[in-house]
């Protein structure tokens, strides 16, 4: 198409295009322009529109133009193009360190508004991207591939790079003294700052506090003292004219790009701490003829109350902004407006430079209904945690010193705990403590268990909306709590779940290690363990997205004391009794026995808590600790209940209930106690019945486990499940962690082509004698065959107190026949002791099945006839039930355990593969 000329008008539309008029045939909206002015050719996409340029015109956004350099009315070469090939990548440089800094921040915003900008580019043509209405930054267009000119598209990559140095960036260079203050209104770049509310200084210089337009920085060398400045937001249209001082006798160790400002501007921006603004300095200072007072209702009253304010700024130069709410009272507030003798670019503000301003004007006040409508936008707060902040002391301080040195280097924290142990309360109490003085981190809290379940694209996405918030407001914290439920470790890798995983954790590693090459973002963490996240988050080798990991330890008698203290606040009750009590709990057992307490005593009608309710709540409450464990159910035998067996009772008696009884007394020791005890003796002697009674008698919780039920098939899976018995013991403490058929588990290392049960051993010689004991866990194991154990298990300090379990003798027997029939009717012509004669070689369990077929020969004799009525047994009865039992080991068996047990006892060493029996 042949050039046509035009000539150019300024339109205001923040953009690059150009706009033409319908009436301009074969031009429509998208077509490529291309402009020739003074020789020079400039590309543009087209925007066809009404009402807004004449037919012999073409608009281009004024500030845009002047860039380029095309001056208004004058008359430019307008060709159309052919359509121009799509752009795959181009390189921009940023025209100023201010543009970059800009860029770098709203990386995420410029993004995603770049195509509604500009189209067309081409090699060495300036481009201007408006960052809203108030801010725009100009860029080079410094390659374009691969053909320039070219369009833009949703696929073309935008290579930024930092602007070289040159005069243009006057403030990076140093100055005489004598320049400063020339360069200070010669160069009006803007300078960056972020938002915190003044009222979180720790003393507020503003003696004023109605009055709002006032901002406070530390001293700096590009701003002036007491100078008016316009204070735009850079990801919103708003901005305000403020009055800037510096502050004096402050702490600046930790960030100068901070600026102090009233809440009111936070709240009427609908900004949190750390949003962006740009300071430009006034130049021009716009002259008003008339003051209009906005106020919610008309009154003389109210008037008087309105010039009263006003008459307290009087004591210096200040500046008042348009339509911002002033507070009248503690519910009212009024507005002003000005009339002006002439236009000026700063419509919206008056400055005031004299101390005696308000008798030179004329007010006039109308009643709005406008200023009665404000409202205060919420600010998101850190509220320091309700819970004992003393218990966490240490742990919260290394935290905050990890990311609180001056150059907030964004180091990355896992905070792992099980569940209850106030993982949420304390990153809120750091996270409080961070986005307070002298800190002022930016802290956004993304809760994983909302997300769970959500796609990969639909998680990236949320992650995306934070960093865009984070990295305007930098430095910044995200904080991402029960981050296992998003990114949990996997045991099959061919699982559905498995994959998905395994995707989620792929995406948060790239994303969150990506973000942290370019902008100051910390990352904290929580977690109920390290093992629950995914391989691809942390690992134990390779690189390390997390450097530190801070793990909340379990609570000891002095914490829980002062935990009862906190929930209780100091009513008299029996401390070191409940410190007992509720040895294992954690942070939210505490609050749950606090209400259920306050219930128990609410049912009585008392106002003060009382001991006994305590007692009662203890009973009710369902610790969190037990909510994953698979407890023994509690048993009706203890010891009274288990005939002979007398000295080993007694030694379980010294060796499990005096260390968990008198724990104080006992932990005082100066060297480790026996903390493992081995039952061993021939099938049916009672081992398994004593360890059962063990809980009943002691009142102890107890976990029963069978050997077979930890081995699994999957590499890793048998140690991760005596991982786990270990943890759950350790969480329900005090308790009785029992091993049946010990065996089975821990057999001799060196004979298992698998080398599963190897790996078992190994763990379980780590857990018995660990770098941290076992507290309040004792470990208990049974087994027929302590020959196959691994020496290993049984030396000092693991399982060290051997307690044989033999075979009765006739007393035993007749003290097992005694308790076992104790509620059985037995005619007086019994004689236990004859019994135990011709029962010798029975086991306990023998003895039992004696009994119980005593018990069925009398009740086939009551059914034949015909009488419902039970008898008592008689000698005769359990003399043809003897003739009917047989002992479940024979000669040769009790042999082969005699054998057995007195090489172990001697500690003879068992040469593997030589007979043990007669045969």
Same mark, same amino acid.
């Given at each position: 198409?042949?050039?046509?000329?035009?000539?150019?008008?300024?339109?205001?539309?923040?953009?690059?295009?150009?706009?033409?008029?319908?009436?301009?045939?074969?031009?429509?909206?998208?077509?490529?322009?291309?402009?020739?002015?003074?020789?020079?050719?400039?590309?543009?996409?087209?925007?066809?529109?009404?009402? @807004?340029?004449?037919?012999?015109?073409?608009?281009?956004?004024?500030?845009?133009?002047?860039?380029?350099? /095309?001056?208004?009315?004058?008359?430019?070469?307008?060709?159309?193009?052919?359509?121009?090939? @799509?752009?795959?990548?181009?390189?921009?440089?940023?025209?100023?360190?201010?543009?970059?800094? @800009?860029?770098?921040?709203?990386?995420?915003?410029?993004?995603?508004?770049?195509?509604?900008?500009?189209?067309?580019?081409?090699?060495?043509?300036?481009?201007?991207?408006?960052?809203?209405?108030?801010?725009?930054?100009?860029?080079?267009?410094?390659?374009?591939?691969?053909?320039?000119?070219?369009?833009?598209?949703?696929?073309?990559?935008?290579?930024?790079?930092?602007?070289?140095?040159?005069?243009?960036? /006057?403030?990076?260079?140093?100055?005489? &003294?004598?320049?400063?203050?020339?360069?200070?209104?010669?160069?009006?770049?803007?300078?960056?700052?972020?938002?915190?509310?003044?009222?979180?200084?720790?003393?507020?210089?503003?003696?004023?506090?109605?009055?709002?337009?006032?901002?406070? =920085?530390?001293?700096?060398?590009?701003?002036?003292?007491?100078?008016?400045?316009?204070?735009?937001?850079?990801?919103?249209?708003?901005?305000?004219?403020?009055? =800037?001082?510096?502050?004096?006798?402050?702490?600046?160790?930790?960030?100068?790009?901070?600026?102090?400002?009233?809440?009111?501007?936070?709240?009427?921006?609908?900004?949190? /701490?750390?949003?962006?603004?740009?300071?430009?300095?006034?130049?021009?200072?716009?002259?008003?003829?008339?003051?209009?007072?906005? /106020?919610?209702?008309?009154?003389?009253?109210?008037?008087?109350?309105?010039?009263?304010?006003?008459?307290?700024?009087?004591?210096?130069?200040?500046?008042?902004?348009?339509?911002?709410?002033?507070?009248?009272?503690?519910?009212?507030?009024?507005?002003?407006?000005?009339?002006?003798?002439?236009?000026?670019?700063?419509?919206?503000?008056?400055?005031?430079?004299?101390?005696?301003?308000?008798?030179?004007?004329?007010?006039?006040?109308?009643?709005?209904?406008?200023?009665?409508?404000?409202?205060?936008?919420?600010?998101?707060?850190?509220?320091?945690?309700?819970?004992?902040?003393?218990?966490?002391?240490?742990?919260?301080?290394?935290? %905050?010193?990890?990311?609180?040195?001056?150059?907030?280097? &964004?180091?990355?924290?896992?905070?792992?705990?099980?569940?209850?142990?106030?993982?949420?309360?304390?990153?809120?109490?750091?996270?409080?403590?961070?986005?307070?003085?002298?800190?002022?981190?930016?802290?956004?809290?993304?809760?994983?268990?909302?997300?769970?379940?959500?796609?990969? #694209?639909?998680?990236?996405?949320?992650?995306?909306?934070?960093?865009?918030?984070?990295?305007?407001?930098?430095?910044?914290?995200?904080?991402?709590?029960?981050?296992?439920?998003?990114?949990?470790?996997?045991?099959?890798?061919?699982?559905?779940?498995?994959?998905?995983?395994?995707?989620?954790?792929?995406?948060?590693?790239?994303?969150?290690?990506?973000?942290?090459?370019?902008?100051?973002?910390?990352?904290?963490?929580? %977690?109920?363990?390290?093992?629950?996240?995914?391989?691809?988050?942390?690992?134990?080798?390779?690189?390390?997205?997390?450097?530190?990991?801070?793990?909340?330890?379990?609570?000891?008698?002095?914490?829980?004391?002062?935990?009862?203290?906190?929930?209780?606040?100091?009513?008299?009750?029996?401390?070191?009794?409940?410190?007992?009590?509720?040895?294992?709990? @954690?942070?939210?057992?505490?609050?749950?026995?606090?209400?259920?307490?306050?219930?128990?005593?609410?049912?009585?009608?008392?106002?003060?808590?009382?001991?006994?309710?305590?007692?009662?709540?203890?009973?009710?409450?369902?610790?969190?600790?037990?909510?994953?464990?698979?407890?023994?159910?509690?048993?009706?035998?203890?010891?009274?209940?288990?005939?002979?067996?007398? #000295?080993?009772?007694?030694?379980?008696?010294?060796?499990?209930?005096?260390?968990?009884?008198?724990?104080?007394?006992?932990?005082?020791?100066?060297?480790?106690?026996?903390?493992?005890?081995?039952?061993?003796?021939?099938?049916?002697?009672?081992?398994?019945?004593?360890?059962?009674?063990?809980?009943?008698?002691?009142?102890?919780?107890?976990?029963?486990?069978?050997?077979?039920?930890?081995?699994?098939?999957?590499?890793?899976?048998?140690?991760?499940?005596?991982?786990?018995?270990?943890?759950?013991?350790?969480?329900?403490? &005090?308790?009785?962690?029992?091993?049946?058929?010990?065996?089975?588990?821990?057999?001799?290392?060196?004979?298992?082509?698998?080398?599963?049960?190897?790996?078992?051993?190994?763990?379980?010689?780590?857990?018995?004698?660990?770098?941290?004991?076992?507290?309040?866990?004792?470990?208990?194991?049974?087994?027929?065959?302590?020959?196959?154990?691994?020496?290993?298990?049984?030396?000092?300090?693991?399982?060290?107190?051997?307690?044989?379990?033999?075979?009765?003798?006739?007393?035993?027997?007749?003290?097992?026949?005694?308790?076992?029939?104790?509620?059985?009717?037995?005619?007086?012509?019994?004689?236990?002791?004859?019994?135990?004669?011709?029962?010798?070689?029975?086991?306990?369990?023998?003895?039992?099945?004696?009994?119980? %077929?005593?018990?069925?020969?009398?009740?086939?004799?009551?059914?034949?006839?015909?009488?419902?009525?039970?008898?008592?047994?008689?000698?005769?009865?359990?003399?043809?039930?003897?003739?009917?039992?047989?002992?479940?080991?024979?000669?040769?068996?009790?042999?082969?355990?005699?054998?057995?047990?007195?090489?172990?006892?001697?500690?003879?060493?068992?040469?593997?593969?030589?007979?043990?029996?007669?045969?």
């Amino acid at each position: 198409m042949s050039p046509r000329l035009l000539k150019v008008k300024y339109v205001t539309f923040k953009n690059c295009f150009v706009y033409l008029s319908p009436n301009n045939q074969n031009f429509h909206t998208g077509a490529c322009i291309q402009l020739t002015d003074k020789g020079k050719d400039y590309f543009f996409s087209a925007t066809v529109i009404n009402n @807004v340029v004449k037919d012999s015109y073409i608009g281009i956004n004024g500030s845009y133009a002047r860039t380029l350099g /095309i001056e208004e009315d004058i008359f430019v070469e307008a060709t159309l193009l052919n359509p121009l090939p @799509v752009v795959n990548r181009i390189s921009v440089q940023p025209w100023t360190k201010a543009d970059y800094d @800009v860029l770098e921040l709203l990386a995420q915003n410029v993004q995603s508004n770049l195509l509604d900008q500009v189209r067309v580019v081409n090699k060495d043509q300036r481009i201007n991207i408006w960052i809203g209405n108030n801010l725009s930054v100009t860029v080079d267009v410094v390659s374009v591939e691969p053909i320039s000119p070219g369009t833009l598209d949703f696929l073309t990559e935008v290579d930024i790079s930092a602007p070289n140095a040159s005069q243009k960036d /006057i403030r990076t260079k140093t100055t005489l &003294p004598c320049l400063e203050n020339f360069l200070s209104t010669w160069n009006y770049e803007p300078t960056y700052f972020r938002l915190i509310p003044l009222s979180d200084l720790p003393k507020n210089p503003l003696e004023n506090s109605n009055f709002p337009f006032k901002a406070y =920085i530390y001293p700096n060398n590009f701003i002036e003292n007491n100078g008016f400045y316009t204070a735009s937001l850079l990801n919103k249209d708003k901005s305000l004219c403020l009055k =800037i001082c510096f502050l004096e006798n402050c702490s600046n160790d930790h960030k100068t790009s901070n600026i102090f400002v009233h809440n009111d501007i936070l709240s009427q921006w609908e900004v949190s /701490i750390g949003a962006r603004v740009a300071l430009e300095k006034v130049t021009e200072y716009p002259v008003i003829t008339k003051i209009i007072v906005y /106020i919610p209702r008309s009154s003389d009253n109210l008037m008087d109350k309105v010039k009263e304010c006003l008459e307290q700024y009087c004591t210096e130069s200040l500046v008042l902004n348009t339509h911002f709410p002033l507070k009248l009272t503690e519910n009212e507030y009024y507005s002003l407006s000005f009339e002006y003798d002439k236009i000026f670019t700063l419509r919206d503000c008056c400055i005031f430079m004299n101390k005696n301003w308000l008798n030179q004007y004329t007010f006039k006040f109308l009643e709005s209904s406008c200023v009665t409508s404000f409202r205060y936008f919420p600010q998101e707060n850190f509220r320091k945690a309700d819970f004992c902040p003393e218990i966490f002391t240490e742990i919260i301080e290394q935290i %905050t010193q990890t990311f609180c040195h001056p150059s907030f280097t &964004p180091d990355n924290v896992i905070i792992s705990g099980r569940n209850g142990t106030g993982k949420t309360a304390l990153i809120t109490q750091i996270a409080a403590i961070l986005s307070g003085y002298p800190y002022f981190v930016k802290c956004q809290l993304v809760e994983c268990k909302s997300l769970k379940g959500k796609s990969v #694209e639909s998680l990236q996405k949320v992650l995306h909306e934070a960093f865009a918030s984070l990295t305007l407001m930098q430095p910044s914290l995200l904080i991402l709590d029960d981050f296992h439920l998003l990114c949990h470790a996997c045991e099959e890798d061919d699982h559905p779940n498995s994959i998905q995983n395994n995707r989620v954790s792929e995406m948060f590693f790239a994303e969150l290690s990506g973000i942290q090459r370019v902008y100051t973002i910390g990352i904290l963490v929580s %977690t109920d363990s390290l093992r629950s996240l995914n391989k691809h988050i942390y690992k134990s080798r390779g690189y390390h997205l997390f450097k530190h990991i801070f793990k909340i330890k379990d609570l000891n008698k002095d914490d829980r004391i002062t935990m009862l203290k906190h929930m209780f606040s100091n009513i008299a009750l029996d401390y070191q009794d409940l410190s007992v009590k509720t040895d294992g709990s @954690v942070v939210q057992d505490f609050k749950d026995l606090y209400q259920k307490s306050l219930f128990e005593a609410s049912k009585q009608k008392m106002t003060n808590i009382e001991q006994k309710h305590c007692d009662v709540a203890l009973e009710k409450l369902l610790a969190l600790s037990l909510s994953n464990v698979k407890l023994h159910k509690s048993s009706k035998v203890s010891f009274e209940n288990i005939g002979g067996l007398q #000295e080993v009772k007694n030694t379980l008696t010294r060796s499990i209930l005096w260390p968990l009884k008198y724990s104080s007394i006992f932990s005082n020791a100066p060297l480790k106690l026996q903390s493992g005890v081995l039952l061993y003796g021939p099938p049916g002697c009672g081992k398994t019945l004593l360890a059962g009674a063990l809980s009943k008698e002691f009142d102890l919780k107890l976990i029963a486990v069978k050997g077979p039920e930890l081995l699994s098939k999957y590499i890793g899976a048998s140690e991760e499940n005596v991982r786990d018995v270990f943890e759950n013991a350790q969480k329900i403490r &005090p308790c009785i962690l029992f091993f049946d058929e010990f065996d089975s588990l821990a057999p001799r290392r060196g004979h298992d082509n698998t080398g599963v049960t190897d790996r078992i051993v190994n763990q379980l010689l780590t857990q018995l004698d660990g770098i941290e004991a076992l507290q309040g866990v004792c470990v208990v194991a049974a087994t027929s065959r302590p020959d196959l154990l691994d020496p290993a298990l049984l030396r000092p300090g693991r399982l060290d107190k051997q307690l044989l379990c033999p075979m009765p003798n006739e007393n035993g027997r007749v003290e097992i026949l005694q308790t076992l029939s104790a509620n059985l009717q037995l005619e007086d012509d019994v004689d236990f002791r004859e019994i135990a004669k011709q029962t010798d070689g029975f086991a306990g369990a023998d003895l039992q099945s004696l009994l119980y %077929t005593a018990q069925i020969l009398d009740l086939n004799s009551r059914m034949e006839k015909a009488d419902e009525v039970l008898t008592k047994l008689t000698q005769g009865i359990l003399s043809e039930a003897l003739k009917q039992t047989r002992p479940s080991l024979t000669k040769a068996d009790r042999y082969k355990y005699d054998l057995i047990y007195k090489k172990f006892g001697n500690n003879e060493e068992f040469v593997a593969g030589s007979k043990v029996t007669l045969a």
